[in-house]
């Protein structure tokens, strides 16, 4: 039994009801509260209804009046959560699956963390990922050339530290949200948890991967295989829609202005970005409407636009 309490926290939006509920089956037996935040989706009203005939622990539900991006909706559910007097939230994607044991996998790693006087200055911790062509999951810290991986294996204590993970998975101590402060929902999707984990290093926090904590989770809309120019190690690459590219190069320039933000971080993420122009913007299609939402993410970015894209 455990002597704090968990709610996690999914966001949804025009969700395939079936893999929600089978994801929502997933986790109801893991946490103590399951808190859905809808960001304004058009089967909302099926989403209540399947909600209302699923055996679930407490449940609340928020459904948000039109799409507010990720960090609001995140923002909305864990107030929700902070007022069920809950001690972690779990974040959680709509398309994440967590397997059996992954939420006692983190809260046993936090229970080491806090023997050992880091609990304080815990960040979040979060589990090893599985999907289409992720088989060798990692961990990602800052290099001084380009991001580096911290693999399991060889980890004697099976936590890995991390400078950053991605938003859906991690467990995150309420103490720590209250120190570091809510999502920035300006951003609205890409880079909302980038910022947060950029946020918490520069106030001195520290994020770990969990070994024995396994996920479901998807990073694109598909995944391929590529080698930059044909040459060089074969790697595995998310594929999103075209809108997508916009977030990511206008938020990549929003964070570059920030104090806080690691200039380490800043150098890999522009290798990154390349690479995304390259592949993308090149030799994968849709080339012309890639390119085209690239370009206007760095224009707008440089404008220092932010929230919803519109037109």
Not at 241 to 249: L, Q, T
Not at 291 to 311: F, P, T, V, Y
Request: charged letters at 25%; proline letters at 3%.
């Amino acid at each position: 039994m455990r002597g704090e309490s968990i709610a996690a926290v999914i966001v949804s939006y025009e969700p395939n009801l079936k893999l929600l509920q089978a994801n929502i089956m997933a986790i109801a037996e893991q946490v103590d509260h399951i808190v859905i935040v809808d960001n304004g989706s058009k089967n909302q009203a099926h989403l209540v209804k399947l909600l209302k005939n699923l055996p679930l622990p407490t449940t609340s539900l928020r459904c948000l009046k039109e799409n507010l991006g990720i960090g609001a909706a995140h923002n909305h559910g864990i107030d929700l959560a902070k007022k069920q007097n809950n001690d972690f939230v779990l974040l959680l994607d709509q398309d994440s699956q967590a397997q059996t044991g992954m939420v006692d996998a983190l809260y046993d790693a936090a229970k080491q963390l806090k023997s050992s006087d880091e609990f304080e200055t815990l960040a979040a911790l979060g589990p090893k990922y599985i999907g289409e062509g992720r088989s060798d999951s990692f961990f990602v810290k800052f290099g001084y050339l380009k991001f580096r991986r911290q693999y399991c294996d060889g980890c004697d204590h099976g936590i890995v530290p991390a400078d950053f993970l991605i938003s859906s998975g991690s467990l995150i101590p309420m103490q720590a949200i209250d120190a570091i402060g809510e999502m920035d929902a300006s951003l609205f999707i890409d880079h909302v948890d980038t910022e947060w984990f950029l946020r918490a290093k520069e106030k001195g926090f520290q994020s770990y991967g969990v070994c024995k904590a396994v996920m479901s989770h998807g990073l694109g809309e598909q995944t391929r295989k590529v080698r930059l120019f044909g040459f060089g190690r074969e790697r595995n690459v998310p594929q999103h829609k075209p809108f997508r590219y916009y977030y990511m190069f206008r938020n990549s320039v929003a964070l570059y202005r920030r104090s806080y933000v690691s200039k380490l971080w800043v150098w890999n993420d522009l290798q990154r970005l390349l690479q995304i122009m390259i592949f993308y913007g090149i030799f994968y299609g849709p080339r012309v409407q890639n390119i085209r939402m690239m370009w206007r993410g760095l224009r707008d970015g440089l404008a220092k636009k932010s929230g919803k894209l519109l037109g």
